[in-house]
């Protein structure tokens, strides 16, 4: 069992934490590239307490 605190108290874990796989994330250059490409190339209208924006 784990001790916990939390502002100056102390607690203890009843539980064991959980066994999770680790996943691990890739970066995609020209994926992200091409979407803010895009992005910028749409004009998406925006509006905020009925006052239109544009990007």
Do not use: F
């Not at 607690?11 to 996943?23: I, L, N, W």
């Not at 250059?29 to 924006?53: E, F, M």
Request: avoid cysteine; charge should be positive.
């Amino acid at each position: 069992m784990t001790n916990l605190v939390y502002r100056g108290s102390n607690y203890v874990q009843h539980k064991e934490a959980a066994k999770k796989q680790y996943v691990e994330l890739t970066y995609r250059r020209n994926v992200y590239s091409n979407r803010k490409k895009k992005a910028s190339t749409d004009h998406a209208q925006l509006t905020y307490r009925g006052i239109p924006y544009q990007i």
